[in-house]
């Protein structure tokens, strides 16, 4: 007996809006065939939910009651001041540009001179050119549904090489702007390829102009291939973007004696995912992933990421720190696996989180899946709050209990912060600590 599914009001929404606008999206015959591949893999998948053991404390048929018109081709105005007051402090990190605005690129906000050594292209470009099938299939089949609707909707994004052999002394900064009084869903892809020996600094910043739309939902996916030899430093920032749905998904692929370092800085959003998926593709790799956020109110952020040890001679370090307040709630589920050929593996996992109020939580799995013997892995979680006999200490020296309150966050979030290397973003991002210590960009 066959027992058919029951659809969701918004996964039906969805499907409907992708036929709506299907025939808009950027693409030639052949990608927008993959496209209804695409969002008919959606429709097998559905939206997930806590049943599904990934998506246990993060249930997105619980989150996503109604659905947002997609964003396709969007000209909303924005000057070049009004993108330097989205950007805040992260403005004055000292970087070439790449800009998009509701998904849509936009190259009169790029500055991209002098960037030798660095091919900036967009999605939406590759997209409109191709003649093959695989011009969409730029991180893999689509996995799960999110990436399906994000490969379904995808408008546009960054698409990066990075010469053989090249070291960037900028930063490549990639802005993503939500603008404008109407509340949309946006969904851009990413591709970034740093070739054999090369050497970079990319980050990517989600920000909103003040006075857009409080509501919003993104569906954001990266892929980063690291060659041989390569070093790549990559951080993605996502602040003050309100009520919004972020959901973000980022593959990884290491290749031989390659390193990966990355950090993902979050605050003062709806409902947020950060998932991190990274694969060895060739002996001696190294990553150090980390990551730090801020949250307060009825503020969900979870991050969840995959470490699979493919080769032998591998190592992995993975520090995330958290602070809840309200009744905020963190989610951190991080697995590594070692597969039965990676000997000599060596990784190392750790979450923190500090809460600040008995109705805020924090959801932590850690997860080891070891297959070789010869191997030093372990793993970490903590969950504590503000201990009172360093409190008592700071106000014992005449500190005000606020202060010292602010003093001792900001030292527990400063172990994470201090993983920042570029001096200009780790002040931009102990700024935006700062900020939200004060209470300055409660919702």
Not at 411 to 437: M, P, Q, T
Request: a negative charge; one cysteine or more.
């Amino acid at each position: 007996m066959n027992v058919a599914v029951m659809k969701t009001k918004a996964e039906q929404a969805l499907t409907e809006a992708f036929e709506a606008v299907a025939d808009r999206l950027p693409g030639s015959a052949a990608v927008k065939t993959q496209r209804k591949e695409a969002i008919g893999r959606f429709g097998a998948f559905g939206l997930p939910h806590r049943r599904i053991e990934e998506w246990k404390y993060t249930d997105l048929r619980a989150h996503i009651k109604d659905v947002l018109p997609p964003s396709i081709g969007d000209q909303t105005p924005l000057t070049i001041g009004e993108l330097i007051v989205a950007l805040g402090p992260l403005a004055h990190v000292d970087a070439h540009r790449v800009v998009f605005v509701n998904g849509q690129h936009r190259a009169d906000l790029d500055d991209l001179q002098d960037a030798n050594g660095v091919t900036v292209t967009t999605l939406g470009a590759a997209l409109s050119n191709a003649t093959e099938p695989s011009a969409l299939d730029l991180v893999g089949q689509s996995r799960d549904a999110i990436t399906a609707l994000n490969a379904a909707f995808a408008t546009d994004g960054a698409m990066v090489e990075i010469a053989a052999g090249s070291n960037i002394s900028k930063p490549l900064l990639a802005v993503f702007v939500r603008a404008g009084s109407e509340a949309r869903s946006v969904s851009v892809r990413n591709v970034i390829k740093a070739g054999d020996g090369a050497t970079a600094t990319i980050v990517e910043a989600h920000v909103v102009l003040p006075g857009a739309a409080r509501e919003g939902q993104s569906n954001g996916a990266s892929s980063v291939t690291v060659g041989t030899g390569a070093d790549i430093y990559h951080a993605k920032v996502a602040v003050d973007l309100g009520k919004c749905l972020h959901l973000s998904n980022l593959m990884v692929t290491l290749g031989e004696d390659a390193t990966y370092r990355g950090f993902q800085f979050s605050t003062g959003l709806g409902v947020a995912r950060n998932e991190i998926n990274v694969i060895y593709a060739g002996e001696g790799g190294k990553l150090d992933l980390s990551g730090a956020y801020l949250a307060r109110g009825h503020e969900h952020i979870d991050t969840t990421l995959i470490v699979d040890h493919a080769v032998p001679n591998c190592m992995s370090r993975e520090l995330f720190k958290g602070v809840l307040d309200d009744q905020a709630r963190g989610v951190f589920q991080g697995k590594i696996i070692v597969q039965p050929d990676a000997q000599k593996t060596d990784g190392k996992q750790m979450s923190q989180a500090l809460m600040l109020s008995p109705d805020a939580e924090f959801d932590s799995k850690p997860e080891l899946e070891i297959f070789a013997d010869d191997v030093v892995c372990g793993h970490g979680t903590t969950t504590a709050q503000l201990d009172e006999d360093l409190l008592f200490y700071c106000r014992s020296r005449g500190i005000p209990e606020a202060e010292s309150r602010a003093l001792l966050i900001d030292s527990f979030i400063g172990e994470a912060l201090d993983k920042v290397e570029n001096e200009e973003l780790r002040s931009a991002l102990v700024g935006y600590a700062a900020d939200w210590l004060k209470g300055a960009n409660r919702g």
